[in-house]
C-alpha cells in the first residue's frame, strides 16, 4: 500500500476515488467508467505535480524520509553487478548500518559504500535504521583504503539520520571513529562520488561524503543536525521543527547555490518512492558522468581538486 504524507491529502483523496470507481467496474458488468477514471488520474497528477513543485523545506524533510523511497539495497540491485560485501572493521564487529563492498558499474569496477535503513520492521531493527556505530565508519575507512590501493574508483551513497547516539558507540570512540572517516575520504588518490539519497544527517553523513563530487537527489536533505534536534537546542520546543527546517538550509536548492553540493539529480514528481525506478536510473547516470570527468587525472590532481572544493565551501557568501 502506497504511504501518503499529511501534505499529500489532496491527492490520496483523489486516488481513494478512483479505487473505488475501478471496484465498481469491476462488480458490475456493463458499467463504463473509464472517461470518469481517465479525468479522476489526470486531476490526481496536476495536483501531485502542483503540491511537489512548491515543497517547503520541512515537507521535503518529509519526502527525503519517507519508508518506501529507494534505499541502498535497491541502487545496488538495479545499478551494480557482482556486488561482493565486505564485513567488519578487523577491530571490533560488523555494523549493517553500513555496507559496503566492490562490485562492476557500467564495466568498471568500483567500491561502493551507503547506509541502509532497511524496509521492514525486521530490517529496520538489523541495520539500525541506518544509524552507524563506530565499527561502521571504520569498516568504511577499511574499504576505502582498499579502494585506494587498488586503485579502485569510490562511490558512497546516503541516508542516515546521523551516527548512532547510544553509550556503547561513545565509548568505543564514535567522534574519532567519524573523524578518521572524513579524513580517509578526502585522502583518497582515486576519485569518490557521493550521493545524498535520503537524509544526509551530521557527522554521521559527512563521514562517506568527503567526496571529489557531491550529488543529491532533489527531494533528500543533507544538515548538520536534525530540525528536530535543532529546534530542542534552539528554542528547547521540537514544535519548531518546520522553523528549523527552513532557516537552516538543507535542501539540495539551498545547498546548490552554497556551494556543498555539485549537483541535483532531478525526481518525477511525486517523489523517488512513487518513480523508484527512474530515480535509481537517473542516479546512475549522474555517476556515470561524475566520475567520467576524472579520467585521465592523477592521484595528485585528484587530491588537490577535493581540497579546493571544500575548502572554497563559504568563500564568497
Given at each position: ?99 559496503g563492498g566492490f562490485a562492476r558499474f557500467e564495466g568498471q569496477s568500483v567500491c561502493v559504500i551507503g547506509h541502509e535503513k532497511g524496509s521492514t520492521t525486521e530490517a529496520r ?5 541506518g544509524m552507524a556505530r563506530p565499527e561502521g565508519y571504520r569498516k568504511a575507512v577499511r574499504l576505502m583504503e582498499l579502494a585506494d590501493r587498488f586503485e579502485v574508483p569510490v ?163
Amino acid at each position: 500500500m502506497r504511504t501518503y504524507l499529511d501534505f499529500e491529502k489532496p491527492v490520496a483523496e483523489l486516488d481513494a476515488k478512483i479505487e473505488e470507481f475501478r471496484t465498481l467496474a469491476a462488480s458490475s458488468e456493463g458499467v463504463a467508467i473509464a472517461e470518469d477514471v481517465a479525468r479522476l488520474e489526470a486531476k490526481s497528477e496536476l495536483a501531485l505535480s502542483e503540491i511537489y513543485e512548491n515543497l517547503t523545506p520541512w515537507q521535503k524533510t518529509q519526502v527525503a524520509r519517507h519508508p518506501q523511497r529507494p534505499h541502498f539495497s535497491d541502487y545496488i540491485a538495479k545499478l551494480f553487478e557482482e556486488f561482493t560485501p565486505l564485513a567488519g572493521d578487523r577491530k571490533f564487529g560488523d555494523d549493517q548500518a553500513i555496507i559496503g563492498g566492490f562490485a562492476r558499474f557500467e564495466g568498471q569496477s568500483v567500491c561502493v559504500i551507503g547506509h541502509e535503513k532497511g524496509s521492514t520492521t525486521e530490517a529496520r531493527i538489523q541495520h539500525n535504521f541506518g544509524m552507524a556505530r563506530p565499527e561502521g565508519y571504520r569498516k568504511a575507512v577499511r574499504l576505502m583504503e582498499l579502494a585506494d590501493r587498488f586503485e579502485v574508483p569510490v562511490v558512497t551513497l546516503v541516508d542516515t539520520a546521523g551516527a548512532y547516539p547510544g553509550i556503547d558507540a561513545e565509548e568505543r570512540g564514535q567522534a574519532e571513529a567519524i573523524a578518521r572517516s572524513t579524513d580517509a575520504g578526502l585522502a583518497l588518490g582515486v576519485p569518490n562520488v557521493s550521493v545524498i539519497i535520503g537524509e544526509g544527517g551530521s557527522g554521521g553523513a559527512i563521514a562517506i561524503a568527503t567526496a571529489n563530487k557531491v550529488l543529491m537527489l532533489e527531494h533528500s536533505i543533507y544538515s548538520v543536525i536534525s530540525p528536530e534536534g535543532a529546534a530542542s537546542i534552539l528554542w528547547r520546543d521540537t514544535t519548531k521543527a518546520q522553523e528549523a527546517a527552513t532557516n537552516m538550509k538543507i535542501t539540495a536548492q539551498d545547498l546548490l547555490r552554497l556551494g556543498v553540493v555539485d549537483e541535483i539529480i532531478p525526481e518525477a514528481a511525486g517523489g523517488a518512492h512513487r518513480h523508484p525506478e527512474a530515480t535509481i536510473s537517473a542516479t546512475g547516470k549522474a555517476i556515470q558522468t561524475a566520475l567520467a570527468g576524472f579520467n585521465g587525472l592523477s592521484r595528485d590532481q585528484i587530491r588537490s581538486l577535493r581540497a579546493e572544493k571544500f575548502l572554497a565551501i563559504g568563500r564568497n557568501l
